[in-house]
Structures are given as C-alpha cells and as structure tokens.
C-alpha cells in the first residue's frame, strides 16, 4: 500500500537517508583492486550502525548481507562474496536503511581502478536518467512522466533498458506501492501529490535488456553477459517541495538552497 507520510515521518527518512549516503561514501573510498565485496559490506555495516539505522536488506526474504554488491554483468541484488575486486570492474552498490521504522533506499555505480570511456559514458548516463527521472517528480505528475523521462536517455544511448526490476514506493516498507519503471508514457499512471516518496532506480546494460537469475536465488545478471550499471535515489514529495533524501550533503545543499 501507499503510505503517505508526515513531516516527522520524511525527518526519519531523511536520517535513514543520510545513513545510505554516508555508507556510499564509505564504501567507495574502500573499494579498490584486491579488496572483497564481503569487506564492503563490513564496511557498510559499521556505517549504518554509527548512524544507528538497521540494515533494510540483511534478511529480508532472507537476503543475507547488509548491501547488495553487483559487479560487471551483475545488474541487482549481488550478494558479497570473497572474490577480490579487480581493476576495471564496475560495480554497483545498493544499500538500505531504516531509522526508527522508516526506510531509506539508494544505488551508486562506479569503477574499481581504470575503466574504458564506454563503460564510463554507461555508469554517467544512467546517473543522467536517474536525475532525469526526478526532475519528472511533482504533485501532479504521473508516474509514467518519470519513466519516460528514464527511457528518453536510456534510448538516446541505444542501452538495453532493464524491465523486470523497476523502482517503487517507500516508507514503513522497503518496497510499497506504486512501482515505479524505467520506462512508460508522460502523461500515464498513477498521480503523485504530497506525503508520497518513491525510489527512482534506472538499470541500463550495454546489450540486450533480458536478465536471468543466478542459482543463488538472489544475483540478477544481464542474459548476454554485457557490462550493466545501476543508480537509485529516494525521493520525497514533502510540503517543502521535492526533496532527494539519499543524496550526498553536498549535493543536498545545492538541490535546496543552503539552510
Ligand atoms: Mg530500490
């Protein structure tokens, strides 16, 4: 269902939010070459535990880390492991918190050591439509103006544009009403107005758009092996105007105007 929140309840989120940044920061500053994903996720649990938020993943539908890591052709849900990261790996970092029963919810892509200017050019513009996507967000508008505004980057680059894994509606739960595409019409679905947040997560693979999941039950990769890349932000329509909840301090202060 679709809760929609109070301003107390959007200050809960924003400190949930403000743990997912800081677990970003965190993690891709330690992430390098020979490094393991299972130290990142360490990593992110000592951040979420500073901050005193719980992990969203850790055991939910029994996922069994606090973020999801997901290199190369992985596209979501990549469970840390002891692989050591390699130079010139992408890898996606998703990660969740909850602050006294809210959740927050967000995606950063980047790459481990030098990585070419096409996969570079992959990870920058599903950044772009993620942003895109959240321009869309006003009372008012429609779910489908967020998708379109997704897939009008997503297509400019001819990128295969993930449809099984769309973002959603956040709040008491991880996942609640509506879902959210990365693709769709302007002007269709459902209207969006004050007291909603919602995660905007763009999944754009080199090649094709079809995805097939691992035996681990968990690990979603791209069906042709090609390179993928993943970004998210929680997004609250608030009474003060649209906020990005997931955003890094500095990009907050500049969304906003400096308070
Ligand atoms: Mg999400």
Same mark, same amino acid.
Request: charged share 20%; glycine share 10%.
């Given at each position: 269902m679709i809760t929609i929140k109070k301003p107390d309840h959007f200050a809960r989120m924003a400190k949930a939010g403000e743990a997912v940044a800081a677990v970003h920061r965190a993690v891709r500053r330690a992430a390098?070459?020979? @490094?393991?994903t299972r130290h990142l996720d360490d990593v992110a649990a000592a951040v979420l535990r500073d901050h005193g938020c719980i992990p969203s993943f850790l055991h939910y539908h029994g996922f069994p880390a606090h973020i999801c890591t997901s290199p190369n052709? @992985?596209?979501?849900h990549g469970i840390p492991n002891d692989r050591p990261l390699q130079d010139g790996d992408v890898l996606s970092i998703d990660a969740g918190a909850i602050f006294d029963r809210y959740h927050a919810d967000a995606a950063i892509t980047f790459g481990v050591g030098e990585i070419s200017a096409e996969v570079q050019t992959l990870i920058d513009a599903t950044e772009e439509a993620m942003w895109a996507g959240i321009k869309a967000v006003a009372p008012g508008a429609r779910i489908g103006d967020i998708g379109a505004a997704v897939q009008a980057v997503g297509d400019r680059h001819g990128y295969g544009i993930v449809q099984e894994y769309v973002g959603h509606g956040i709040g008491l739960n991880m996942h609640e009403k509506p879902n959210v595409p990365n693709f769709g019409k302007a002007g269709s679905g459902m209207k969006l107005r004050e007291g909603m947040a919602i995660c905007i997560e763009p999944m754009f693979n080199l090649g094709t758009h079809e995805t097939f999941v691992e035996d681990d039950e968990w690990t979603v990769k791209t069906a042709d092996g090609s390179l993928s890349a993943h970004w998210e932000h929680t997004v609250a329509l608030t009474e003060e105007g649209v906020k990005?909840?997931?955003?890094?301090p500095e990009l907050r202060a500049d969304l906003w105007g400096s308070d």
């Amino acid at each position: 269902m679709i809760t929609i929140k109070k301003p107390d309840h959007f200050a809960r989120m924003a400190k949930a939010g403000e743990a997912v940044a800081a677990v970003h920061r965190a993690v891709r500053r330690a992430a390098k070459p020979g @490094v393991t994903t299972r130290h990142l996720d360490d990593v992110a649990a000592a951040v979420l535990r500073d901050h005193g938020c719980i992990p969203s993943f850790l055991h939910y539908h029994g996922f069994p880390a606090h973020i999801c890591t997901s290199p190369n052709d @992985v596209i979501v849900h990549g469970i840390p492991n002891d692989r050591p990261l390699q130079d010139g790996d992408v890898l996606s970092i998703d990660a969740g918190a909850i602050f006294d029963r809210y959740h927050a919810d967000a995606a950063i892509t980047f790459g481990v050591g030098e990585i070419s200017a096409e996969v570079q050019t992959l990870i920058d513009a599903t950044e772009e439509a993620m942003w895109a996507g959240i321009k869309a967000v006003a009372p008012g508008a429609r779910i489908g103006d967020i998708g379109a505004a997704v897939q009008a980057v997503g297509d400019r680059h001819g990128y295969g544009i993930v449809q099984e894994y769309v973002g959603h509606g956040i709040g008491l739960n991880m996942h609640e009403k509506p879902n959210v595409p990365n693709f769709g019409k302007a002007g269709s679905g459902m209207k969006l107005r004050e007291g909603m947040a919602i995660c905007i997560e763009p999944m754009f693979n080199l090649g094709t758009h079809e995805t097939f999941v691992e035996d681990d039950e968990w690990t979603v990769k791209t069906a042709d092996g090609s390179l993928s890349a993943h970004w998210e932000h929680t997004v609250a329509l608030t009474e003060e105007g649209v906020k990005v909840l997931t955003a890094q301090p500095e990009l907050r202060a500049d969304l906003w105007g400096s308070d």
